[in-house]
């Protein structure tokens, strides 16, 4: 298993990795990258393996890719051991009813490197969002959106500037920090989110409206 999961060929002189008949290239810069170590025991089974494929495709096309899917399937999981597999920077972000919008694009927290007054006594810390779309050369990053139908409706609309941003290679605005402009690079960053169905066992799910559903893949 191990010798699979560390397989890649050049393609274009460039280092990739084949799912299913569909490539992805690695990252040129994997140090932040989840060790592949942790997968050392990593079942493949018929589930993961047209998750993995549903999930490469949808990352070569640009397209962010909703999954959904009972719980202890292994969905997040999948995504975390392909991540280590292309060296790809994880950031991860539950919506949990308790999440707010700050959490996810950043907010004022006291300066823990004031030294005196005239040191700013509160600075802009980023959220998972807000880490994941800044770029940084040779990373690729995956922001990850689990538990995505039982967000807060606040949560679900600021999510929706960064989603249709990252369809058209466009901009996020960041209200929270003085319209800081974030460009959106595809390229860069790969966006997936994982629900549990609406209903039955999950009494706690919404069914997604037709507005976010468009969204994904």
Known sequence: MQE?????????GAEHKEYMGVKLPLAERRETAPKIETFKD????????????TIAT???????VLIEGGTSLGKTTAVKKMCAELGYEVHYQNLNNHT???DLMGKYTPNPHQKDESDPKYIFADGSVTKALRVEDG???????DEYNSAHPGVIIRLHEVLDAYKRSGSVTLTEDGNEVLQVE??????IALTNPAGGGFADREPLDPAQIRRWS
């Open 58 to 64: 949808s990352w070569a096309l640009s397209e962010p």
């Open 100 to 102: 707010d919008p700050a």
């Open 139 to 145: 990373k690729i990053k995956v922001l990850i959106l």
């Open 42 to 53: 990593y079942v493949e089974d018929a589930f993961s393996r047209d998750v993995e494929r």
């Open 4 to 12: 699979k999961l560390t397989h890649v060929e050049k393609v274009g």
């Open 186 to 191: 595809a390229s860069a960053l790969k966006i």
